[in-house]
């Protein structure tokens, strides 16, 4: 799921948390009260002076090796410049930041002392050797930290510097500088290559000799069939339909909400809703009740006379008015309310899909999406044919739906900010800083909000899964009861506080997450935790009824518990107490999940989680997952992630023993994972790098078959390969769909959220509703190739020209607009992309292209100083490439 780094070390724990509420001894309070009036007489000094303006320090933050002194680590450096007129005191303050990765200081560079608080939140104090920073003074304070870097992501984040004489006050600094490093040593193991130039540009080349229309430069685009993803059955045939304003549409009994979807689209292209015929002679589009089509099957026609969409209910005549939209050519849209007329290519189309469930989860908790944008997400899932939005709402960084019972859940969970106790806020996370409400770490839907999510989504036949992440990952919802907690408490009402207690408030246990959080695990032993899951899932319940939308199941998570929790927890023992059957925290966990699917039971509605709700250790390698029986018969569905590290057969072995199984595959579906192995890519790599092709290529009945090499191209061994459990017959039946996944951690803004998952979401619509290509099924190694190779050209044409659709489809969306790559031969550079479509443009004197640049058209001599860059229709650029790159 969303493992920042799934092979992190271990590493001793500092319990800092800044909401400790564990009683203390009374010597202990008063030891702590001498210990702070001492603090603050020691720093009265640096305290009575004038006090800098904290905006003039410039910092830097620059990485200088991976795999430093030969071990799974890197040297990183953090300079601090000093560009003010005054002298920066070398006591009284503190610097807090956020930073995903764990750190240990250098032996004898003690200028700083850095201190982990809880998750990501790091402070940097003076240490013994620092004496002030002089004005225009700088001072660079190395230190090492786990696994590798690979890109600008990686970067500390959100600093901010609190006065020892203000602790309640957070400064925000300027952000720091990026340096970019030698890429010469970021290599992240001995021989470790990223594909050069050259090999890029071989690859973006294939099918294009044999496919002119894939042009490099703009040419129209003409792929083997207008209509995406990929249907079924295509055929054009002669002629045209000429759509007008005047045009009318007919449609049959209970297709209304269709019917009106279309004339909304047809208003944005005419600037007038067309006209709604009583008959279907006299219509120029019929929307028709054909019960003799299967289930999610459509037909559309389109010839001389008009358009017919055919199926038997509202969902299949919705798939045929998609195919119609994508029918109509792009340039149509980006000359939106000026059409006069619309020319319409006469098909014949017959289409299904090849999976039920064809989803997206988008983590709305690590950093927050405005209501609109998730709206424009359900715009992309509908027109694409997808079935799900998946909304992770709560994780440890932020609670992000109104739970009108439980107002603390975004009062308190929903804004994050610099904070002393967190009774009014979370602590910062992702570099939302020490303000909250200015930027994404802070937000939530109201349950208006919601419920007109869930309205939009329903007309558009996408239904809305709501995530509540539990036992771990729900460090917002423990924090918010526990805040509600002291309130109740402060009033006398004993009963009251500990209602909704997520967490035993004496609980000694120590852990440490992937994420870093050492207090993030809801205490399963209390039954105050299932009186507030109940709680939620009922207003949860509540608002889809307002809505009017479909609710079928609830996820609840179950993801990434760490080893040592409830270890610690008075709670937990009096609960062993009076269950014997309960002897170790695998018990717990079966205990949990146990009655969370009896609670939906009853409401009549089926569990969802992570894989590890459906797993337990094996008896004979601890290390190894398998099947848990316990649940085999209470319909539990499973999203499987993890495909590394030994596990990349692990949802082919769920699926074979029973379980509902959703593929959801890191190393090809993650969009939160970077597209290349660049430093200005953004995103994760902890998974592996996803391009488009490493989502096109999926094969979900047989994905074993080109998972040749782990997620840092290292070849798996033979021995793993053969010991790979392969998807049976009966499992077959049970792989219930595929789903792209979204985590948030780097996404910040709704531009880098559109850019992270277009194009990438257009593979995962044709993986999951296209049928099985011929090369899946080709067993010549030669013919599959050339098949693959044609396949895979046909695709790109046809993102490209997706790609110029949404440009300018509700509203436009911010993709990514690809990297050209580049080949020296001799004396001269080309240039090509992975998409056709793209204009390239060029400089040559080392300046980055602009839409005025000159257009590439033919090789150029090679120069240092040559710069390439692509720009679509609207003249947004992509990154830059190099010209003398791969000599």
Known sequence: MQKSKCCAPDWSVQNNCISDLKPKPLYKIIYICLITVFLKGSSSAASNQQQPDPKKLELTWKVYQNNYLGKEQTLNSLSIRNTGAENFPALGWKIYFNYGKRTTAIAGNDAFTISHINGGLYTLTPGKSFAGLPAGQQIEWKYLSNSWVVNESEAPQGFYLVWDNAPSVGIALNAPVISAPDERRMERYKGDKELTQEQLFVLNERGRKSNPLASSNGAELLSAGKIFPKPLYYKETAGYYILNPSSKIYADQNFSTEEGLLSDDLKVIFGKKPGVSSGSSAAAIILKKDTALRKDEYKLSVSAAGVVISGRGAREIHYGLQSLKVLIEPEVYAAAFKQKTVRLKCVEVQDRPAFAFRGVMLDVARNFQPKQEILKLIDLLSL??????????????????????????????????????????????????PMAGVNSGTGFYSREDFIDILKYAAQRHISVIPEIETPGHARAAIVSMQARYRKFMKSGDTLKAREYLLRDEIDTSVYRSVQQWNDHVIDVSMPSVYHFLE????????????????????????????????????????????????????????????????????????????EETALRKSPENPRRWQPNPLFLDQNFHVNVWNNMSGNEDLAYRLANSGYKVILSFVTNFYFDMAYTRKFDEPGFNWG??????????????????????????????????????????????????????????????????????????????????????????????????????KDWSRFTCSVSRE??????YSGGYQYRVPTPAVRIRGNKAEANTDLPGFQIRYTTDGSVPDVHSRLYLKPLSKSENLRFRAFNTLGRGGKVTAGAAGE
């Open 535 to 610: 709680t939620v899932s009922n207003e949860l319940i509540d608002m889809y009824q307002q809505a009017g939308a479909p609710l079928e199941t609830i996820h609840f998570g179950g993801d990434e518990v760490p080893a040592g929790v409830w270890t610690g927890s008075p709670a937990v023992n009096a609960f062993k107490a009076v269950h014997p059957e309960i002897r170790q925290p695998a018990d717990l966990w079966n205990y949990f999940f146990g009655r969370l699917c009896a609670m939906l039971g009853k409401k009549g509605l089926y569990l969802s989680g992570w």
């Open 803 to 808: 790609m110029k659709r949404l440009d300018h």
């Open 384 to 433: 694409y044919k997808l079935t799900t939005l998946h909304l992770h709402l709560n994780d440890d960084e932020g609670w992000r739906v109104q739970i009108k019972s439980l107002p603390e859940l975004t009062d308190i969970g929903s804004k994050r900010g610099h904070t002393v106790d967190e009774q009014d806020k979370l602590i910062p996370s992702y570099g939302s800083g």
């Open 688 to 789: 592996g790098l996803i391009d488009l092709e490493q989502s096109f290529k999926f094969i979900p009945f047989d994905y074993l078959r080109n998972q040749r090499t782990d997620y840092i191209n290292k070849p798996l061994p033979k021995s793993m390969l053969a010991a790979f459990e392969h998807l049976t017959a009966a499992g077959q039946k049970n792989i219930a769909g595929i789903q792209g996944l979204l985590w948030t951690e780097t996404v910040q803004t709704p531009e880098r959220l559109e850019y992270m998952y277009l194009p990438r979401l257009l593979a995962l619509s044709e993986r999951a509703w296209s049928a099985s290509p011929a090369w899946v099924a080709e067993k010549d190694t030669v013919r599959a190739g050339s098949a693959y190779v």
